[in-house]
């Protein structure tokens, strides 16, 4: 269990380096600005950290505030916004050049990813992830038996990186009920730039044992696998290789990320 | 949870075992059996009978850590004559005992007249006089004196003037030798196979208020006559001797059944059922026949199996029939529900779990049997397993007889194997590959049985005495009866586990090695990401705000805790430090989370203790006791507090401590932290790795940090029934002004039957409220005591001017599963029930435990080390004593206080393996012994605390005792010579504190303890 508190602890306290730089097109005063240097939590979620961009970067710029967005330096890629930071760092810069350069822009919203208003937005985003991660595991009972404060709790939580705030609640969806853990294990599976991967995967076999993670890839993923059984992808999440040993529901208990979901990002291997 | 067995028989006659959580069948050799085959068997938890092919009944007793060893005394008298000296001649007729007689005097009994009872009991030695007798030293030769005659006077060891008589003890030991193999009970006829036995049943091994260890063995005869073995207990288990039942109605008996407590169904000849009324421990055979009809006229009844509280039957048809409602008022029930399926027998175990075996001869059980629904739904079959032999656990090494300092004595020293039990072992290393003449090329397996599965019952061709390789289950091993009465299964998990086989690869999956990987993955990536960056260039895109939780809760105003008032408590979280905020009425508490000493919660209530140090006095504590407003908010603040500062976990542990309820906690840097779930009476330690407990129900414990195992508890509620006697109405609950309320706990509060709460509300009740017969005085037979007044001693029996008031006391036990890191140190179904340990870590990483156990025994564990902090096996000291207290000085040292309330030493001389007497301070009883290396502390029945002085290396047991404190319930002794105690509080055990005496006096460290182990 000390080993366990060890690694829920690491992750949660798990941060990115990340350099914002002002697109260079929409600089209009004679000065450039300097580049914002944040260290970000890979558990959290880009618009939420957008008016720290903003106060940085409003003296530079004289375009529309509401329409900010990021993209990624190297790639010309949009970032999106609901996915968490640690799953957009792993999966657009896998070669994991530090710091991650991130241009942030001000005009110009892209089609191609959603528009978000404000930061409840964002909110009622996490908690319906958590409301479907708590329906894969416990068809949903954990949750609507929870009280409003905790549902606050948890965002509260995860607003100002306090993990004992965040885990107090959080420990309730994390248990079994009775004698079947979870029923099925809320994961999504990125590739690419495809869109992500979500089955229904039973966490134990018919005799009860439960499943490793590799019964997991094998089953949903199984063109990771060549014909040896070699993996020819590497399989991520919060910037580490999984062992394929591993346990799938104590991954699912311990690795997820604030909204109960194990992000998988599958990465070739070079 | 410790193991237990189901016992079968296979089709060719061979008895095989399987242990639940394990997933072989043990094949049960044939030594002791004169012909190699069994017709049937049954099984309580410590041993197993059969009847063999040659219709003689065999008991099995399994192997336990601590010997079944009787204590056989002989009493020699001698009178003085002025003229002769002391002679045993000269014994007044009429008036002396006898020159050799029993202890009472009361016949003529001789050392050689003293035999074993029977084939099964070898002497461990030969007779030697006993010179320690109700704990004082005799004087030389074993004498005592004593001045006008044997009966009226005292016996003292000191020889005076007028000392006329004396006697002195002679002792010796027999142990039981043949567990582990058959061995044979004396019939019931000269010729057993003129009365041919077919049914055998034992049952009555779980009756409450039973001595421990008996059970009644029922066989059935031929001519349908019922006879009982009676005497069975744990010192005799071969019993005294067979008594006939009759059955008035004049039916002949089939076949009989008996479970655990009260049921003891039999079969007749005409298909109905009769049952025994009125069973109970003082009537273990019940006192009438009630008859029970068959389901249905023409299908009549052949086989039943019978559990705690649930009957099975089998009828002629195979079809199946469970009993419904029985009861203990009414144990035949009321109608039989019938079951779809077809079996030929059923066996019902300990916890109404039933298991049959079908027509195909395979082995099923019956799943979801819940207290709720106990008929089950369906049946599941048995996976296939594989077979090996049964092997005698490693765990016996010879018995070396202890010597004691005063006298030489003979030594014997006997090995526990007798020497049939060498010749298994060679036949285990030399098996014979082909045993069945049928079958040509595999030999081992029994697939050419099939045409044998109509003679279920024939005895097998073979004669041969060599073991053969055991069946091998690629087939299927076919049974044809099977017991399952021993097993102690409870639900159905359990036994889930014999339908599935479980991969080795789960195995791996059991080993956390891919944790560790993922933790330093983690690690490392936290060094490349953020270590690297955390400078001033990068900010931190959170800042870190603190954050609180606030909630009201109801404070107590005073220590008695009768009154409540209501209060806001306030955690408050920064970057650098936490805070923890009560407000009450006007006054306000501010104090640092890191202040806070110890947090316990409270058995009943929501409540909970927090203790702090104290802004004013820094020698005493501040206790806040609140009350949450429901348990799940209790168990969250509870989790908050003691989670918040995890941070420092890397420290020593320093010492260790049970609080009162129970729980185990321990001591880093000046605050407690609770190590796990779980209910322990004492805790032992020398180091931080290797850390023993004792649970409240005597199963060993040993700390097992980072794992989760699941952990059974059992623990007791006792409640006291008290009455007066007034002239009017006799006894009844109308009390006087001081007396303690009609119904009172343990402590002595008001508090009814229904008001017994669990702990938490993962607890379970196990039973119902019973009376206990065998309190601490003895009983009456509706269990009451009686007393002149509550304050005095209690007594069995009502003496007219002695007995104004009675009392009775009420139990009810109650069983908790829970996550945790203590494993149990020893799985098997005798494991011996310790009252204390103690652990000695030696410089090698090896550690020596010692423990004593509830019945009075010494063991040590062997082979403990970091790597196995369990042991690997237990190694009794043989010692005619009983011992209640043990302490472990040093490697060599060992101090051990006797029930007799006298302390012996153990290696104080270099060369000598033996213990020496050492008197405790005068007219003291002594309970409790505690042993540093520099100083040795022990605690009186009083509460006083007493320390050997002069103790060096020299003279390890030291000069004299020296009181040093008072009013004390536990002394525990530390390396650098601390000695703490727990002082006893007069009115809340609640608040009992540590306390340290030495070296600096009196400085409370905490508070709500029981025992605490410094090392």
């Known amino acids: ?270 | 949870m410790p193991q237990s067995h189901i016992w079968l028989i296979s089709t060719s006659g061979k008895v095989y075992t399987l242990a639940t959580g394990e997933q072989t069948y043990k094949r049960i050799p044939s030594i002791g059996l004169q012909k190699p085959n069994v017709k049937k068997v049954a099984c309580c938890p410590w041993a197993a009978w059969a009847i063999g092919s040659d219709h003689n009944v065999y008991q099995f007793v399994h192997h336990s850590a601590v010997p079944i060893r009787y204590q056989e005394e002989v009493y020699e008298n001698e009178r003085w004559l002025p003229t002769r000296g002391w002679s045993g001649r000269h014994l007044l007729p009429g008036l002396d005992p006898a020159n050799w007689s029993n202890k009472d005097g009361t016949y003529y009994l001789v050392l050689d007249d003293v035999k074993l009872p029977s084939s099964s009991w070898k002497w461990e030695h030969d007779w030697y006089v006993d010179e320690n007798v109700d704990g004082e030293v005799t004087d030389k030769g074993g004498w005592r004196y004593s001045t006008l005659d044997f009966i009226r006077g005292k016996f003292g060891a000191t020889k005076r003037y007028n000392s006329c008589v004396r006697r002195r003890r002679w002792i010796r030991h027999r142990i039981y030798s043949s567990t582990g193999q058959w061995s044979i009970i004396p019939p019931l006829r000269l010729d057993p196979l003129s009365e041919p036995l077919v049914s055998l049943a034992v049952g009555g091994f779980s009756l409450p208020n039973a001595t421990p260890g008996s059970a009644t063995v029922w066989v059935v005869n031929i001519m349908g006559q019922i006879y009982y073995r009676s005497g069975i207990v744990r010192d005799k288990p071969e019993g005294t001797n067979w008594n006939q039942l009759s059955i008035s109605s004049g039916e002949e008996v089939l076949c009989i059944n008996a479970g655990p407590t009260y049921l003891i169904w039999a079969i007749t000849w005409s298909g109905d059922a009769m049952v025994r009324k009125g069973v109970s421990w003082r009537c273990r055979i019940g006192e009438e026949w009630v008859k029970v009809q068959a389901p249905e006229e023409s299908d009549h009844l052949v086989h039943v199996g019978v559990g705690s509280h649930t009957v099975w039957a089998v009828s002629v048809s195979g079809k199946v029939w469970f009993r419904r409602g029985i009861t203990e008022a009414k144990p035949d029930g009321t109608s039989w529900v019938g079951m779809v399926d077809r079996m030929r027998t059923v066996s019902v175990n300990a916890s109404d779990q039933v298991l049959g075996i079908c027509n195909d001869l395979k082995l099923h059980f019956r799943r979801g049997i819940t207290p709720e629904s106990l008929s089950g739904k369906t049946w599941e079959q048995f996976a296939k397993f594989s077979v090996e032999h049964y092997k005698i656990p490693s765990t016996l090494t010879p018995i070396i007889r202890q010597k004691r300092l005063s006298q030489t004595k003979p030594i014997n020293i006997i090995p526990s194997a007798p020497p049939g039990r060498q010749k298994r072992d060679v036949d285990l290393t030399s098996l014979s590959v082909s045993y069945h003449k049928r079958t040509p090329s595999e030999g081992s397996s029994l697939g050419d049985n099939s045409e044998d599965l109509e003679e279920d019952d024939t005895e097998s061709e073979e004669e041969n005495e060599e073991e053969s390789e055991p069946e091998d289950d690629e087939k299927g091993l076919k049974w044809i009866w099977v017991s399952a009465s021993s097993c102690l299964a409870q639900s159905e998990e359990e036994l889930t586990m014999w339908t599935v086989k479980l991969l080795t690869n789960s195995i791996e999956k059991l080993s956390n090695s891919w944790k560790k990987e993922i933790l330093e993955k983690l690690r490392s990536r936290r060094l490349k990401e953020f270590s690297s960056f955390k400078s001033k260039k990068y900010r931190l895109a959170v800042e870190e705000v603190g954050w609180t939780k606030e909630t009201s809760m109801r404070l107590a105003s005073d220590s008695k805790r009768q009154q409540w008032i209501d209060c806001k408590i306030c955690l408050t979280q920064d970057t650098l430090h936490s805070s923890l905020l009560l407000l009450w009425e006007k006054n306000q508490q501010i104090m640092p989370v890191s202040d806070i000493l110890c947090v316990h919660s409270l058995a009943k209530f929501p409540v909970f203790i927090l203790s702090t140090k104290s802004s004013k006095d820094y020698r005493n504590l501040d206790r806040f006791c609140l009350q949450a407003q429901s348990e799940s908010e209790r168990e969250e603040w509870l989790q908050l507090l003691r989670s918040v500062d995890y941070r420092s976990e890397n420290c020593r542990k320093e010492a260790w401590a049970i609080s009162s309820f129970g729980q185990a906690f321990y001591r880093r840097n000046d605050a407690w932290k609770l190590a796990g779930s779980g209910h322990f009476h004492q805790v032992s330690t020398d180091g931080d790795s290797i850390i023993w407990t004792v649970g409240v129900d005597g199963v060993a414990w040993f700390y097992d940090e980072g794992k989760s195992n699941i952990q059974l508890d059992k623990s007791i509620s006792i409640i006291w029934e008290n009455q007066r006697w007034n002239p009017i109405s006799g006894y009844s609950s109308r009390r006087l002004l001081l007396d303690p309320p009609s119904w009172m706990d343990e402590r002595g509060r008001a508090c009814n039957k229904n008001d017994v709460k669990l702990p938490s509300s993962k607890c379970v009740w196990t039973n119902d409220w019973a009376i206990d017969m065998k309190p601490d005085g003895g009983a009456d037979k509706d269990g009451w005591q009686y007393a002149r007044d509550y304050t005095r001693t209690w007594r069995a029996q009502r003496k007219l001017r002695h007995s104004y008031v009675r009392r009775r006391k009420w139990v009810r036990t109650w069983r908790l599963s829970s996550l945790g890191p203590w494993t149990e140190v020893d799985l098997s179904p005798d494991a011996p029930k310790l009252s204390e340990v103690t652990v000695r870590t030696l410089w090698n990483g090896e550690a020596k435990v010692w423990c004593s156990t509830e019945s009075g025994e010494l063991l040590e564990r062997l082979n403990v080390s970091e790597s196995l902090p369990g042991g690997s096996a237990w190694r009794h000291e043989a010692m005619d004593l009983k011992f209640c207290s043990v302490s472990a000085a040093d490697e060599r040292r060992v101090w051990a206080v006797s029930t007799e309330g006298a302390t012996w030493l153990r290696g104080s001389r270099p060369s000598e393996e033996c213990w020496i007497h050492v008197p405790p301070p005068s007219s003291v009883k002594l309970v409790q012994v505690s042993a540093g290396r520099g100083s040795v502390c022990v605690r009186d029945e009083k509460g006083n605390i007493w320390e050997r002085r002069g103790v060096n290396a020299s003279l390890p047991e030291g000069t004299d005792w020296q009181e040093i404190a008072t009013e004390s319930c536990h002394v525990a002794v530390g390396d650098d010579d601390r000695v703490w105690i727990v002082k006893t509080s007069p009115e809340n055990e609640c608040f009992q504190d540590i306390q340290q005496i030495l070296p600096t006096n009196c400085a409370v460290l905490a508070d709500g303890w029981k025992h605490v182990c410094l090392r």
């Open chain 1, 1 to 270: 269990m000390a080993e366990d508190r060890g690694i829920l602890r690491e992750v949660w306290e798990g941060k990115v380096p990340v350099s914002f730089t002002l697109s260079a097109e929409e600089v209009s005063t004679y000065e450039h600005p300097e580049s914002c240097y944040l260290l970000v939590p890979r558990h959290s979620y880009f618009p939420l950290f957008l008016d720290k961009l903003q106060k940085h970067f409003i003296n530079y710029v004289n375009g529309d505030e509401s329409d900010v967005w990021l993209e990624n330096t190297n790639t010309n890629q949009p970032i999106k916004w609901h996915y968490p930071v640690g799953v957009l760092f792993d999966l657009l810069n896998s070669s994991h050049s530090l710091p991650w350069n991130l241009t942030v822009h001000f005009k110009n919203f892209p089609d191609s990813i959603f528009r978000w208003n404000n930061r409840d937005a964002i909110e009622s985003h996490f908690m319906s992830c958590i409301k479907e991660a708590d329906a894969l595991k416990h068809l949903g009972k954990v949750i609507s038996g929870m009280q409003i404060q905790h549902h606050k709790q948890l965002w509260a939580g995860l607003l100002s990186d306090k993990f004992e705030q965040f885990w107090a609640v959080n420990k309730k969806l994390m248990e079994g009920d009775g004698d079947e853990s979870f029923k099925s294990i809320p994961f999504k599976i990125y590739q690419g730039d495809s869109r992500h991967i979500q089955k229904l995967f039973k966490p134990q076999n018919e005799r009860g044992d439960s499943k490793t993670l590799r019964d997991m890839i094998q089953e949903v993923a199984p063109e990771c696998f060549d014909e040896n059984g070699e993996l020819n992808q590497k399989i991520i999440t919060h910037g580490i290789e999984m062992p394929l040993e591993s346990d799938i529901i104590w991954l699912s208990e311990h690795l997820s990320y604030p909204d109960n979901f194990l992000h998988i990002c599958l990465i070739p291997l070079e």
